[in-house]
């Protein structure tokens, strides 16, 4: 089957860095999303892999290893805003994206 | 302002109620998907339409139906709902279907409760 894992809640200092983990299991690959959804509102698009290695965007960057089924989203010098759910997301043979179930993240003073 | 628009935010219903959520897409997309979102769950796509077709109906229960009458708007019409149907609905929007780089957007979606 597939199936999409990560972490269901993690917490952060304000100002640190933090790093979400996704592993992935899914018939075909074409490309791994992340997107943020804060509380009440859409999910907004933060970045898409499909190729191994870093992508970085300014304070977030996103890692892909596709012989490990596994990426990962660093966010650096955290801000209260930041928090958030963060869903990570992967685009099966089909085209189809296979959603894990989003890791909240929780940023303290 | 993310560019799809869903009417109402909130909605609180009966079982015997028959309503409908409306979503407005201002990208020039020519894909729509509805997707439902439930507490602590995936993102379960429901409906996908391309070009107004049709493409994908992940085996949801008839008393949804869905509704594209043109590439700018999505309709999905509600009845004799059952209170597990209570749940986030997004809409969303891309280009295509059919390319790995394609980016969907959503809507802020509509807030759902079946009582």
């Known amino acids: 089957g597939q199936n999409i894992d990560q972490p269901t809640e993690m917490t952060a200092t304000e100002g640190a860095i933090v790093q979400i983990n996704c592993t992935y299991q899914t018939s075909g690959f074409n490309g791994l999303f992340w997107y943020q959804q804060h509380a009440g509102e859409a999910p907004t698009f933060l970045s898409y892999n499909v190729l191994d290695g870093l992508e970085e965007k300014g304070r977030f960057s996103s890692f892909l290893s596709r012989s490990k089924g596994y990426s990962y989203l660093l966010l650096k010098e955290l801000q209260m805003k930041d928090s958030a759910s963060y869903l990570c997301a992967s685009k099966d043979s089909n085209y189809q994206l296979i959603w894990g179930a989003g890791t909240k993240l929780i940023i303290k003073p | 302002e993310t560019g799809v628009t869903q009417t109402p935010r909130h909605l609180v219903m009966g079982m015997t109620n028959k309503k409908s959520l409306k979503c407005e897409q201002h990208?020039?997309?020519?894909?729509m998907y509805w997707y439902k979102q439930s507490a602590k769950k995936p993102l379960e796509l429901m409906f996908v339409?391309?070009?107004?077709?049709?493409?994908e109906n992940n085996s949801v229960p008839s008393r949804f139906s869905p509704e594209c009458p043109n590439s700018s708007h999505l309709f999905l019409h509600l009845h004799t709902l059952q209170p597990e149907d209570s749940a986030l609905y997004l809409c969303?929007?891309?280009?295509?279907?059919?390319?790995?780089?394609?980016?969907?957007?959503f809507g802020e979606g509509s807030w759902l409760t079946v009582v």
């Open positions: 990208l020039g997309h020519n894909a």
């Open positions: 969303a929007s891309s280009h295509g279907t059919g390319d790995s780089g394609n980016t969907i957007y």
């Open positions: 339409y391309n070009f107004k077709e049709q493409t």
